[in-house]
């Protein structure tokens, strides 16, 4: 058997999990964060889990691997999505230097204002309807989640694959890159979220014990890259399969990544880095899916050429 033929999909993504959610628990305790609502969110995800299974363990049984693995995308979601904060928040607790100033120059120098843009946005039809997908993000992300999914659709595994890749990715460059928004080098008044936001970066960045609740706060960190511009791309990509839907996908996804300009949240430098991360995970992740589906293909053919026919002799 190749050795290729070695990968799958969940030891893959268990072991980024693995590499990333040690270090993460360790880095708490380090740097003094501590949790709260952590049993409830263990007995949501037991639960859930528990309901789901039959689904994955169905296919299993049929011996349709793709079928099983495309279903296990919903429960490593919402693993992830409950538990990713908290590696964000250690990389946060990291207190490098602000790099605002470097992102900052970074739009200046392709000539991109930042406030000219969300000043567009709150004076004309197109920018408020740019500014309102910003928020229907998750919306579309779930639905790029659950439906290929539950069809069983390749998209989905390569959605989980490139997902886990980028969360790396991001959680590294949000360690070391850290910023609060192009508000602050740009000087411009901000709305009551990105007050928030702020605050929550500073507090992440004192020494001061940092209490989170898994249920009802969000990591809530702009993070370089742009997980707006991230995700807006892989559920593109999710949901690619659906032919009649590709122009309709193709517009919304520009819409949210435009989004994370007019509504201010985001430089151009974090979207620039989105789009360029999302190209390489989904590659790498299209990539690995290609070359398993080619050795799980050579395997049985090896196995049958091996056999060499007995024949008697007389």
Request: proline residues 6%.
């Amino acid at each position: 058997m190749a050795r290729t033929n070695l990968l799958r999909t969940n030891p893959f993504v268990a072991l980024c999990f693995l590499a990333v959610g040690i270090p993460a628990v360790i880095g708490c305790w380090l740097t003094h964060i501590e949790f709260t609502a952590v049993a409830p969110v263990f007995i949501v995800l037991l639960v859930l889990f528990a309901a789901y299974s039959p689904l994955p363990l169905y296919w299993h049984q049929k011996g349709r691997i793709d079928r099983r693995d495309a279903a296990l995308v919903i429960p490593w979601c919402l693993l992830i999505w409950f538990l990713g904060p908290v590696p964000m928040l250690v990389a946060s607790r990291l207190n490098l230097p602000l790099r605002d100033d470097w992102l900052f120059a970074f739009d200046r120098f392709f000539g991109f204002d930042g406030h000219a843009m969300v000043l567009w946005a709150g004076h004309s039809a197109l920018g408020a309807i740019l500014n309102k997908t910003y928020g229907w993000l998750y919306t579309y992300l779930e639905i790029a989640i659950v439906i290929p999914a539950l069809l069983g659709r390749r998209e989905s595994v390569r959605f989980l694959l490139a997902n886990t890749m980028a969360l790396v990715i991001g959680i590294v460059l949000l360690g070391l890159l850290p910023a609060i928004g192009p508000w602050i080098p740009g000087h411009w008044p901000v709305a009551g979220y990105q007050i928030a936001e702020q605050k929550q970066i500073m507090a992440l960045r004192t020494d001061n014990v940092y209490m989170f609740s898994l249920f009802l706060d969000g990591a809530g960190i702009i993070a370089f890259p742009s997980f707006h511009v991230i995700w807006a791309v892989f559920s593109a990509s999710a949901l690619w399969g659906f032919r009649w839907l590709r122009i309709p996908l193709a517009i919304f996804s520009t819409m949210i990544v435009l989004s994370t300009l007019t509504t201010g949240w985001h430089y151009l430098a974090d979207v620039v880095a989105g789009l360029v991360v999302a190209a390489l995970c989904l590659w790498a992740a299209e990539a690995m899916l290609v070359r398993t589906s080619a050795a799980a293909q050579v395997a049985p053919a090896a196995v049958t050429e091996s056999v060499v026919p007995v024949t008697t002799a007389h």
